[in-house]
């Protein structure tokens, strides 16, 4: 970084990547600052900048001072430790240290005293909300939302004939067959613990899974037109059921309401989707496999005249991009429901789900809002 570009960062004042230090005393205090930058995408401390967006500068002995104080917080007080970098900037009225603080890949840090800190605007704040420590600790493989067991439901709510016959497909005998108790047998398959069935055993077997999980369903609605309306709409619905039926009900839902050409089929076919079913069933898969269930929000389909939306809770997992997604790259977050719904459903989980939606049909878009938090496909209508 040079004097030119320092000036304009100050120029900007503080923000979520950049904040302004007179001086740090206090190891505590900077090492909060610096928990909270690696839990939320990295950014720099400048130190040696006034609130008011003015240089004070540093001395030499401030310079080493500080140094040491970064050292000693970054390997004693942040948990896990963090590497930050340093870097000593000259402007006309006086010296500045830069601090980097990475975007961390162990998240959640915290303090000594078990603190989380995350960054609300250009300030930070303790992390108290149980679903955001959750995604942090999901963020670094340490937890998944699929294998969180689901209060208030018990064995008795597992569709047991349906059960049944998934078992019996794919192992060739069924549940009473076995040798394994019915409890023992669940918690086998990574659907059931202590007596509990998980996140993936509720949504995959359960005979009413929205009664315990009444945010996990899809929302799907027609417009007339190209934007949302509150009191007109041409087709609604509020998807719910075992994941299997949600996912039927979304593709149908979509296909019901978009155009078919008869092409070359007879007069009493039902003619050809505008948009390939494959590609719609690629993409609703991954909206119910791979989104967030650690926010408690529905996957919203949104019929418009000159597109379709899909938005799934959250942003994409760890460090994917929709330009790595497009080229093959997948990271699971989910993965005792991925390796069940290549067996229920027309998912194959190699990554290459969103390459064969491509294929079929080119005119697709990604939306990641990293604000909203939310996944968003739009499928342009020609």
Request: glycine share 6%.
């Amino acid at each position: 970084m040079d004097a030119s570009e320092l000036i304009e960062i100050i120029s900007r004042g503080e923000d979520s990547r950049h904040q302004f230090k007179t001086d740090v005393t206090n190891a505590l205090g900077l090492a909060t600052e610096m928990v909270a930058f690696a839990n939320c995408g990295g950014g720099q401390i400048f130190i040696g900048v006034t609130d008011q967006n003015t240089v004070s500068g540093l001395s030499q002995e401030h310079v080493a001072r500080i140094n040491q104080l970064i050292s000693n917080a970054a390997s004693e007080i942040v948990s896990p430790a963090i590497n930050p970098t340093t870097e000593n900037i000259a402007h006309p009225d006086g010296l500045v240290m830069v601090v980097s603080v990475p975007d961390g890949i162990n998240k959640p840090y915290m303090d000594k005293q078990g603190n989380i800190w995350v960054k609300n605007g250009s300030d930070k704040r303790r992390a108290s909300a149980r679903e955001e420590i959750q995604r942090m600790f999901q963020t670094a493989s340490l937890i998944h939302a699929d294998e969180v067991p689901v209060s208030g439901m018990r064995l008795d709510d597992i569709d047991l004939q349906y059960f049944d016959a998934f078992f019996q497909n794919e192992y060739g005998h069924t549940v009473e067959e076995t040798d394994t108790p019915l409890p023992r047998l669940l918690e086998n398959m990574n659907l059931a613990a202590n007596g509990v069935p998980n996140l993936a055993g509720a949504l995959l077997f359960a005979k009413r899974p929205e009664f315990r999980l009444p945010a996990f369903l899809v929302k799907a609605v027609c417009y007339p037109g190209n934007e949302i309306s509150e009191d007109t709409y041409i087709d609604s619905r509020d998807i719910i059921g075992k994941l299997a039926d949600v996912f039927q009900q979304t593709v149908g839902f979509i296909l019901a309401n978009i155009r078919h050409t008869q092409s070359e089929q007879t007069i009493n076919s039902t003619g050809e989707p505008e948009i390939p079913r494959i590609a719609l069933e690629e993409l609703v898969v991954n909206a119910l496999i791979h989104r967030d269930y650690f926010v408690s929000a529905p996957v919203r389909v949104f019929v418009f005249a000159n597109r379709i939306e899909i938005i799934s809770p959250g942003r994409l997992p760890n460090n994917l991009t929709i330009e790595n997604i497009k080229s093959g790259n997948s990271n699971i977050r989910n993965p005792i429901l991925a390796s069940f719904a290549a067996k229920i459903l027309p998912y194959r989980g190699l990554g290459n789900g969103i390459l064969r939606a491509l294929k079929a049909y080119p005119a697709i878009d990604f939306v990641e809002d990293k604000t909203g938090n939310f996944f968003k496909v739009v499928l342009v209508r020609k």
